[in-house]
């Protein structure tokens, strides 16, 4: 059972966009940063967004980030096959003094 | 560009230690940041396992602190960790990462396959 709570799945299709929805509690999305991973099959996790909604070099403006109290959603717009994969968002907990995941979100582009 | 790069068993043996090495390559682990690993289970997904600073701050996930050393050698640039007593619930892929502020991980290894099995 993961602290986070994430949706097991979503799916869109090509061109549409999508948001993934990320839930928590006061001790830690409510009083951190959230950041968001996307993981191709077979391949390390790649972080999309840190610090709530930066993006890193490199990643394209499809990619959002929001928090909004106990909660934080990743928005992909312009969907893309290449899109398909696992998306994972993380934060640190006070309470456990520990890093926490989300169960991660598969996304399928239909 | 800064690199890591994960080595170590890839088959342990349950009630044993499973040691892992992480070498960072194109930034020195003593300039800043914090060093850790993730794990993954096949077909589940990202567990925490805890970070440490270059000068020794450490945090470990609360259901493993008991069996996990997480350590830093500056000398070599390497970050390592130890887990002991080992189960199959243990077996994962092993990812060493770089923590920024805020605990984002925005540099990963590409991650090694650790089967605990007898």
């Known amino acids: 059972q993961s602290v986070l709570t994430q949706p097991p799945s979503v799916s869109a299709a090509p061109g549409q966009k999508v948001t993934i929805s990320c839930s928590g509690s006061?001790?830690?999305?409510?009083?951190?940063?959230v950041s968001w991973y996307q993981q191709l099959p077979g391949t390390a996790p790649k972080l999309l967004i840190y610090?709530?909604?930066k993006r890193p070099s490199g990643i394209p403006d499809r990619f959002s980030g929001s928090k909004s109290g106990t909660s934080a959603t990743l928005g992909i717009t312009g969907l893309q096959t290449g899109d398909e994969a696992d998306y994972y968002c993380?934060?640190?907990?006070?309470?456990?003094?520990?890093?926490?995941f989300g169960g991660g979100t598969k996304l399928t582009v239909l | 560009q800064v690199q890591l790069q994960e080595s170590g068993p890839g088959l342990v043996k349950p009630s044993e230690t499973l040691s892992l090495t992480c070498a960072v390559f194109g930034y020195s682990i003593s300039s800043g940041y914090y060093w850790g690993w993730i794990r993954q289970p096949p077909g589940k997904g990202l567990e925490w396992i805890g970070n440490?600073?270059?000068?020794?701050?450490?945090y470990y996930n609360p259901s493993l602190e008991s069996r996990v050393t997480i350590s830093v050698d500056t000398s070599k640039n390497q970050v390592s960790l130890k887990l002991s007593s080992v189960t199959a619930a243990d077996t994962a892929v092993y990812y060493c990462?770089?923590?920024?502020?805020?605990?984002?991980?925005?540099?990963w290894g590409q991650g090694t396959m650790v089967t605990v099995s007898s």
């Open positions: 610090d709530n909604n």
């Open positions: 006061s001790s830690n999305i409510g009083n951190n940063y």
């Open positions: 990462a770089r923590f920024t502020r805020y605990d984002a991980c925005d540099i």
């Open positions: 993380g934060t640190w907990d006070y309470s456990l003094s520990a890093g926490v």
């Open positions: 440490m600073f270059h000068s020794g701050s450490t």
